[in-house]
Nanobody, 124 residues
Framework: QVQLVESGGGLVQAGGSLRLSCAASGRTFSTYAMGWFRQAPGKEREFVGAISWSGRTTYYADSVKGRFTISKDNAKNTVYLQMNSLKSEDTAVYYC?????????????????WGQGTQVTVSS
C-alpha cells in the first residue's frame, strides 16, 4: 500500500509559479513511476506529466510542455511538479499518482494509488 499526500497548491497570478510536492509512504518509492493529473470544474481529469521510476524519463502533456517540470527525489520519497508561466486555464485540482514498475503510463487507469489532490488557482 502506498499513500500519497500532495501539497503546495494555492492562489497565484497569471505568469507566476508554484511548486507542488507529493510525498509518498513506503520504502519502495524508487521502484514507482509517478504521474501528475489535474481536473478542472466540469471537466474530465487530464494527464499533466509523468516520470519514470529512475527519474531519467519524463513525459508531458502538450498544454504544459516547456512550462512544467517533473522531478523525483527517491531519497525523500517525493515527486515535484514545478509550474512556471501559469495561465488561468491551469486552474484545477492537481493529483499525483503512482504505479509500480518501469512503465510510465499517460492514462489514469495505469496508476494504482492516488493522492487526495491540491487546489491550484491562477487568477488572470
Amino acid at each position: 500500500q502506498v499513500q500519497l499526500v500532495e501539497s503546495g497548491g494555492g492562489l497565484v497570478q497569471a505568469g507566476g509559479s508554484l511548486r507542488l510536492s507529493c510525498a509518498a509512504s513506503g520504502r519502495t518509492f524508487s521502484t514507482y513511476a509517478m504521474g501528475w493529473f489535474r481536473q478542472a470544474p466540469g471537466k474530465e481529469r487530464e494527464f499533466v506529466g509523468a516520470i519514470s521510476w529512475s527519474g531519467r524519463t519524463t513525459y508531458y502533456a502538450d498544454s504544459v510542455k516547456g512550462r512544467f517540470t517533473i522531478s523525483k527525489d527517491n531519497a525523500k520519497n517525493t515527486v515535484y511538479l514545478q509550474m512556471n508561466s501559469l495561465k488561468s486555464e491551469d486552474t484545477a485540482v492537481y493529483y499525483c499518482a503512482s504505479t509500480y514498475g518501469r512503465t510510465v503510463p499517460q492514462e489514469g487507469y495505469g496508476y494504482d494509488y492516488w493522492g487526495q489532490g491540491t487546489q491550484v488557482t491562477v487568477s488572470s
